[in-house]
Structure formats: structure tokens, C-alpha cells
């Protein structure tokens, strides 16, 4: 499978207004990807009408990019039988809130299958949640899904940024990185992630910078992760 699984909508206000639901799944789909997830940050408040988007034209999972209190960025990856409610209800408990300045930051419109604007929330979504890193993966499992390191060697919100090495004891599932070195790098460095899956999303904030068919993973991998979490 061809895929993206780091791409942001119009909700994150440092994206562009025109990424919308239909705008993604579209370009997602004329460039031939296969998956996608829209990962938007700590907010799952566009997915609801993903669905009814996606439908017949490519294959989804629900994303959300989640920065812990360290401001380290983790990508929570949940399937489709998962109730988006408790995700949200889990993100609102913990967010620490701040109003948002859209003529700083950009707008965070929620909209709806036909790309009208329903919605627009009013709280800064790029701060923190008040949780650490090790209680945001394990709030991510408790809800279901997978944790994944977000752009592990990033100059800005990654783990290998704020705390310098990858930590063996950490319940991660999978790392992103934006380099196929950076995984031979981190292979090199750290040998007890040989075995572990690796992906290169673009974390696309306008249409353009949406993966083209480069990378891929196996259906029978890529689903093993919740398998090998859950059995």
C-alpha cells in the first residue's frame, strides 16, 4: 500500500484554508495513494466526515497528532471501528487552553463532506496536552490505537530533539522519520529498533505537499501493529 499518514486539514491553523476533506482525498487519490490519515493537532473534529469522502475512492485511518507536555509530537493512529467521540472527549479533558489568534496563527475551520464551513474552534489546538509523553502513549493504546514517534529527528517537537536519545522503555509502536537515513541513523544508534516499522509521511499542510506513490508497507505489516498490540 501507497501511503500518507501525516497530512493536516484546514482545522491545524498552520495549514492551508483549502485543505478539506475533499481536497485531500481527491489529490490523495489522483496521485494513486492507496491509505491515508488526516492528522490534525490534538483534534479529531474533521474526521467525522471522512467517511462519506474517502468512500470508493481510497482507504483511510484516523489520525491525530497529539504534542505531550514535553512538546514532543506523537501520531495516534486508530482504525475505523473506533468512536472518534472518546478521542475527542480525551483530547478536550487534557488540551491546555488558550484562545486562538487566527490573524497570527490562521483559521481552524471544521467542515463538512460538502467543504462548507460548519464550525470554527475557538482554542489554540498547537499547545500542549497536559500529559507526558509515556501518559499520551498510553492514553493512545487505552483508546485503542497505535503510537508512533512524530518526525523522531525534527529540529522542533520530536524526541530526539527535547530528549536526545530514544528511551528503550517507551510503549511506542512505531517512529516517523522525514529521511531514510534518519532510520539507518537510529538503527545504528539504538539496535533494539531493528524491528521496528518505520514510516516517511509528509506531514503535508498545503494540497502539494501531499505524498506521491513512494512509500509503502504491506497490508499484513502495517495491520500487524494493532495485532501485535492486541492480539
Not at 481536497?23 to 466526515?49: C, E, P, R, T, W
Not at 482504525?79 to 479533558?93: H, S, T, V
Not at 522542533?156 to 537515513?181: C, H, P
Amino acid at each position: 500500500m501507497f501511503y500518507d499518514l501525516h497530512i493536516h486539514s484546514a482545522l491545524s491553523p498552520c495549514s492551508d484554508d483549502d485543505m478539506t476533506l475533499n481536497n485531500i482525498v481527491n489529490m490523495a487519490y489522483i496521485k494513486g495513494l492507496d491509505l491515508i490519515a488526516i492528522s490534525d493537532h490534538n483534534s479529531v473534529k474533521q474526521l467525522y466526515y471522512l467517511e462519506e469522502v474517502a468512500k470508493d475512492k481510497i482507504d483511510y485511518i484516523y489520525g491525530v497528532e497529539i504534542q505531550t507536555r514535553e512538546e514532543i509530537h506523537v501520531l495516534g493512529y486508530f482504525l475505523k471501528n473506533i468512536k472518534l467521540d472518546d478521542i475527542q472527549q480525551f483530547l478536550d479533558n487534557y488540551l491546555i487552553e488558550e484562545p486562538n489568534d487566527y490573524d497570527y496563527f490562521g483559521h481552524q475551520y471544521i467542515m463538512n463532506d460538502l467543504d462548507q464551513i460548519i464550525n470554527e474552534e475557538p482554542r489554540l489546538l498547537i499547545k500542549s496536552l497536559d500529559l507526558s509523553i509515556k501518559e499520551v502513549i498510553a492514553s493512545i493504546h487505552q483508546l485503542g490505537g497505535i503510537a508512533v514517534l512524530a518526525h523522531a529527528m525534527s529540529d522542533r517537537f520530536s524526541i530526539m530533539n527535547v530528549f536526545f536519545e530514544i528511551n528503550g522503555s517507551l510503549d511506542f509502536d512505531a517512529i516517523e522519520v522525514t529521511k531514510e537515513d534518519q532510520k539507518d541513523y537510529l538503527q545504528e544508534q539504538y539496535p533494539f529498533l531493528k524491528e521496528t516499522i518505520f514510516f516517511m509521511n509528509s506531514d503535508a499542510h498545503r494540497l502539494d505537499m501531499i505524498s506521491e506513490p513512494i512509500h509503502q508497507i504491506s497490508k499484513d505489516e502495517f495491520y500487524g501493529l494493532w495485532r501485535k498490540r492486541y492480539g
